[in-house]
T-cell receptor, first 112, second 112 residues
Framework: ETGVTQSPTHLIKTRGQQVTLRCSSQ?????VSWYQQALGQGPQFIFQ???????GRGNFPPRFSGLQFPNYSSELNVNALELDDSALYLCASSEQNTGELFFGEGSRLTVL | DQQVKQNSPSLSVQEGRISILNCDYTNSMFDYFLWYKKYPAEGPTFLIS?????DKNEDGRFTVFLNKSAKHLSLHIVPSQPGDSAVYFCAASGRIDYKLSFGAGTTVTVRA
């Protein structure tokens, strides 16, 4: 059974640039959630995708967008990067309507 | 608006003793609660959960207690082992909405 994998693991961008983060969900899971974890804080919910549709969104601006593909993998896109976007971005997969999320190792984004 | 709070950023305990981690929440719509454990450079991993219809759930060395009237839950680890040294996150969600709200985490250090 393959777990949740994310890429890239680390990346550095400059303010105003755009970034795409990728996530492969665990086998058998049809729901993907994205979280942002700033330094010293807990993960903050960005949005969730179920069967390629957005299924809920946290308090993040529209420049945070996502996609889910037919194989349930997912992308997180952030446009017009700001310094405060520097964080660990965590992807988690699950079966629908279960609270037990399986997290990847995260993508560490640094915005300069 | 932090709906889940872990007021102790760190906890140090001797091997073999009990570790008690506390968590408070403000949203009365929460009725599903989880604890996640995170090692450095890894994603959070699910530890134990409890639904609001229970006040206790046990899994091996880990027990979670829920006090709905006080909006408080706690995680007990008995006995504590060196491998338990990690960051522990408390998380909560509503019954239908499985988007988790996380606390800021408590770093547990188990001393030999």
């Amino acid at each position: 059974e393959t777990g949740v994998t994310q890429s890239p693991t680390h990346l550095i961008k400059t303010r105003g640039q755009q970034v795409t983060l990728r996530c492969s969900s665990q086998s058998g899971h049809n729901t993907v959630s994205w979280y942002q974890q700033a330094l010293g804080q807990g993960p903050q919910f960005i949005f969730q995708y179920y069967r390629e549709e957005e299924n809920g969104r946290g308090n993040f601006p529209p420049r945070f967008s996502g996609l889910q593909f037919p194989n349930y993998s997912s992308e997180l896109n952030v446009n017009a990067l700001e310094l405060d976007d520097s964080a660990l971005y965590l992807c988690a997969s699950s079966e629908q309507n279960t609270g037990e999320l399986f997290f990847g190792e995260g993508s560490r984004l640094t915005v300069l | 608006d932090q709906q889940v709070k872990q007021n102790s950023p760190s906890l140090s305990v001797q091997e073999g003793r009990i570790s008690i981690l506390n968590c408070d929440y403000t949203n009365s719509m929460f009725d599903y609660f989880l604890w996640y454990k995170k090692y450095p450079a890894e994603g959070p991993t699910f530890l134990i959960s409890i639904s609001s219809i229970k006040d206790k759930n046990e899994d091996g060395r880990f027990t979670v207690f829920l006090n709905k009237s006080a909006k408080h839950l706690s995680l007990h680890i008995v006995p504590s082992q060196p491998g338990d040294s990690a960051v522990y996150f408390c998380a909560a969600s509503g019954r239908i909405d499985y988007k988790l709200s996380f606390g800021a985490g408590t770093t547990v250090t188990v001393r030999a």
